[in-house]
């Protein structure tokens, strides 16, 4: 009985195992892409680096060393391919105590700031500089508080409306 179930396992898995695996992968709907080119290093005390470069063209590489605060990891590095369109594409990063920074032509740029927000950048700085601070609380007394403005009156320093 122990060789009859034996025997009927390995026929199931002859018969469930995929027939020329090989010829299928290169004729269906996946490419095998050659790595043309790889080094790697590390990591050794926290530092590495890899690059590496696939046969349609992908290339990407990293290096990273223990430099930031605490020891943390800061790493910097790229990649670059092409679009089907055949738009080159190109990007660089740098990952540090700054946070996550990504580079590229192809990403967009925010559109120029309105001048009177840059005024009230500029006048914010220069009240920082003397020391006048805006903790995003409202202050009667700084503010005018107590007057009639508008057709409202004021009850407990609330304003109120008709």
């Known amino acids: 009985m122990y060789s009859y179930v034996v025997l009927l396992s390995l026929v199931s898995a002859a018969v469930c195992a995929p027939q ?22 590390g990591p050794l005390n926290g530092a590495y680096n890899f690059e590496f470069q696939t046969g349609n063209g992908i290339r990407r590489n990293e290096q990273g060393s ?3 605060p605490n020891g943390a990891v800061v790493s910097q590095g790229g990649w670059a391919f092409t679009f089907p ?11 540090d105590e700054g946070g996550y920074r ?16 840059i005024e009230q950048i500029e006048r914010a700085a220069r009240e ?31 304003r109120r409306f008709n």
């Open 85 to 95: 369109d055949g738009t080159p594409a190109q990007f660089s990063f740098v990952a």
């Open 128 to 158: 920082r500089a003397q020391g006048i601070v805006h903790d995003g609380q409202y202050d009667p007394s700084r503010y005018g508080g107590g007057q009639v403005r508008r057709g409202g009156q004021t009850q407990g320093g609330r």
């Open 20 to 41: 020329s695996y090989n010829r299928q992968r290169q004729s269906g709907p996946f490419e095998i892409i050659p790595i043309i080119s790889e080094r790697s290093s």
């Open 102 to 117: 990504v580079e590229s032509p192809l990403l967009p740029k925010p559109h120029p700031l309105p001048r009177h927000a």
């Open 66 to 68: 223990p430099s930031g």
